[in-house]
């Protein structure tokens, strides 16, 4: 089975804290993404990354940087986190085919405090 | 990228089928369709894909028109597990990414 691993399901930091946000693959993916969820909004993607050391924004993408030295994983930085990056972030997996599917971890709810 | 327009909620009894639409009437000739759903507290899930034919596999069917403006999703037989947020999504196209942008979805709920 495919697996795409959060590091953690629950984190809760302090307003002005750096915050690491790890993802890893276990399949060999080309593409990596990271998305924001929050009520009302849907899934927002924030960054996504087609290739090691490869990045590009999505539609979301201040306040945030990702990093990806190692093809497995994605790192999503919050350089100095605020109140309204409260939420759930989830990371997804694929193939570089963009036919193919993506696979999500299950999530990790943030609260900044 | 197209965008795709789907009803806020829809309701299904449990054993019937839950048919799905989905508009997406700027899409392009080679842009698939995609649907995916999220159940509550879980990452997204893929049901199915398909670009101009009809596709079925052990989740669902898609069933897309003639002129690709819209689709449908079809749960043939609806049980209370596949209460969720079903999401249609037309993918980018294009050798880097081909990355997913999700719209609201319509929340389905199955009842007994």
């Known amino acids: 089975d495919v697996k795409v691993t959060q590091s953690s399901r629950y984190l809760v930091k302090r307003t002005g804290e750096k915050v690491f946000l790890e993802c890893v693959q276990d399949?060999?993916?080309?593409?990596m993404f990271w998305y924001r969820q929050d009520p009302g909004l849907g899934l927002r993607l924030i960054y996504f990354?087609?290739?090691?050391?490869?990045?590009e924004k999505g539609d979301i993408p201040e306040g945030y940087s990702v990093s990806r030295e190692k093809k497995e994983r994605f790192s999503l930085i919050l350089e100095s986190a605020s109140t309204n990056q409260t939420s759930m972030y989830l990371c997804a997996s694929s193939l570089e085919d963009w036919h193919t599917e993506a696979f999500f971890g299950q999530g990790t709810r943030l609260t900044v405090v | 990228d197209a965008k795709t327009t789907q009803p806020t909620s829809m309701d299904c009894a449990e054993g019937r089928a839950a048919n799905l639409p989905c508009n997406h009437s700027?899409?392009?000739?080679?842009?698939?369709v995609y649907w995916y759903r999220q159940i509550h507290s879980q990452g997204p899930q893929y049901i199915i894909h398909?670009?101009?034919n009809n596709e079925t596999n052990e989740m669902a069917s898609l069933i897309i028109t003639e002129d690709r403006k819209s689709s449908t999703l079809i749960l043939p037989h609806a049980t209370l597990r596949d209460t969720a947020v079903y999401y249609c999504?037309?993918?980018?196209?294009?050798?880097?990414?081909?990355?997913?942008?999700f719209g609201q979805g319509t929340e389905l709920s199955v009842k007994p």
């Open positions: 999504i037309v993918r980018a196209a294009g050798n880097q990414g081909g990355k997913l942008i």
């Open positions: 990354s087609y290739d090691v050391k490869m990045k």
């Open positions: 399949m060999d993916h080309e593409n």
């Open positions: 700027t899409i392009s000739g080679n842009e698939y």
């Open positions: 398909g670009l101009k």
